[in-house]
């Protein structure tokens, strides 16, 4: 990715948003909010029209994106918890229907904390789904395939947590639980905080905000319980920072992410110097749930084995434009 980041960086988002918005009107302000072109006259001749549609942004395409991140934590914790996923009435929708590959219940121990924890987020994770097709309806996507197996195991082997030939299983016990789980959960923070600037409607976006809220309340469980964890097992901070390590080198290998310790000293909130949460772009949490690490303008991958989909259809890099 170093070396030719502007360049790639600018197609991938540009296909992401072109295939996220319902109208090539929405495509135009799509794209200026994001700032791809700079100014709302550069977006405008970018995809042609005029400068003066380049103003808000639609807010389904917004909110289609996040469905498409709910639907793989929903599944994740859901199957932690119950050992199956969402049911077929969660699942309606347009785009190309997928199923969900590996997953199984963890083996709780008996009166387990965490289980109580993984139980209650993934309540969260289910009505976030919800909260999200409702508001959607109609132009609500379906679900993508889903690959829990190869996806780990992949992550795993790319950090270094296992060897190129070994396998990682997030569901094989509660240690392996929180590290899966925190493979996700500062991500889907910093993908709400990157989104917030480009949501027009004052209710979506309050919305928003508090999913955003219950998303941090859950990194932050998340990255508690691994320090906790962590305590009793000084090689697990070891494992944490190659996960930590391994999002950096994914998303644009700017150095934003944070492991739960520095030094000797808790980082149980990921933050910069003004001790504000960091943000991600569409195309930067892309590459973490494609696991991509050579070609930022990749359309399917890692999590997503077929792509996102986005209004009926997953992001075709050959088509970007920018």
Request: aromatic fraction near 10%.
């Amino acid at each position: 990715m170093a070396g030719e980041p502007v360049l790639y960086e600018k197609k991938f988002i540009a296909d992401a948003v072109r295939r996220s918005a319902t109208t090539e009107v929405d495509r135009r302000k799509l794209f200026a909010m994001v700032g791809l072109a700079g100014a709302g006259a550069a977006a405008a001749t970018m995809v042609g029209g005029s400068a003066a549609d380049a103003a808000t942004v639609d807010d389904g395409a917004i909110l289609n994106f996040a469905l498409n991140l709910e639907y793989l934590e929903a599944e994740f914790y859901l199957h932690a918890v119950n050992g199956k996923g969402l049911a077929k009435a969660d699942l309606a929708g347009v785009g190309k229907f997928g199923g969900v590959i590996g997953g199984h219940r963890v083996p709780w121990k008996k009166g387990s904390t965490i289980y109580r924890f993984a139980h209650e987020i993934a309540h969260d994770e289910h009505q976030h789904v919800n909260f999200l097709r409702t508001n959607l309806a109609s132009a609500a996507v379906t679900r993508p395939t889903i690959n829990f197996t190869d996806a780990f195991t992949g992550a795993a082997r790319a950090a270094g947590v296992v060897g190129p030939t070994g396998t990682f299983d997030p569901f094989a016990n509660e240690t392996n639980f929180l590290l899966g789980a925190f493979l996700f959960e500062d991500v889907g923070v910093t993908a709400y905080k990157g989104a917030a600037p480009l949501i027009s409607n004052k209710g979506y976006l309050e919305a928003a905000a508090g999913i955003l809220a219950v998303e941090a309340y859950h990194a932050g469980q998340i990255r508690s319980s691994l320090f906790r964890a962590a305590e009793d097992n000084d090689g697990l901070f070891d494992v944490v920072k190659k996960l930590s390590d391994a999002r950096d080198l994914l998303d644009d290998n700017t150095a934003n992410d944070q492991s739960i310790r520095i030094g000797k000293a808790t980082n149980i909130q990921p933050t910069d110097k003004d001790s504000i949460a960091f943000s991600r772009t569409p195309g930067a949490v892309l590459n973490i749930v494609y696991l991509n690490t050579t070609k930022p303008s990749v359309s399917k991958g890692g999590f997503f084995p077929n792509g996102v989909n986005v209004n009926g259809d997953g992001f075709v890099a050959s088509d970007a434009k920018a």
